[in-house]
């Protein structure tokens, strides 16, 4: 199941009826969701070059507690496990010929292999 098919589910199961399912998918998404979802939004705005006080207004927290949370944050998003996954996938496609066997890349040159 993709990220997005994880989290709708997780939303789903919080705002159920079971309050079981709905305090285990709440846990999940405050431990494991949410803080990369918070890394995911703030990275973005650091690479759109977004000051820290127009982020934290909007997240409503100071501008302060940013700095100290993400000073060492590249604006490069966060892992994303399905996208890594897709581009495995396109990375096979590449390797594997339609016979299921691995396609040869040979050099293009004309050139006599040199024995040593």
Known sequence: MNLHGRLNRCIGDTLGQDPRAALI?????????????????????????????????????????????????????????????KRSQREARRWIGPDGGLRLRLPDDDDDPIAW
């Open 25 to 85: 998918a709440y846990r999940q998404l405050a431990d494991e969701y949410m803080p990369w979802l918070e890394t995911r939004v703030v990275a973005l705005a650091k690479r759109e070059k977004w000051t820290y006080g127009r982020m934290s207004r909007l997240l409503g927290c100071s501008r302060q507690h940013l700095q100290r949370k993400f000073r060492v944050i590249v604006p490069e998003l966060p892992f994303d496990p399905d996208l890594a996954y």
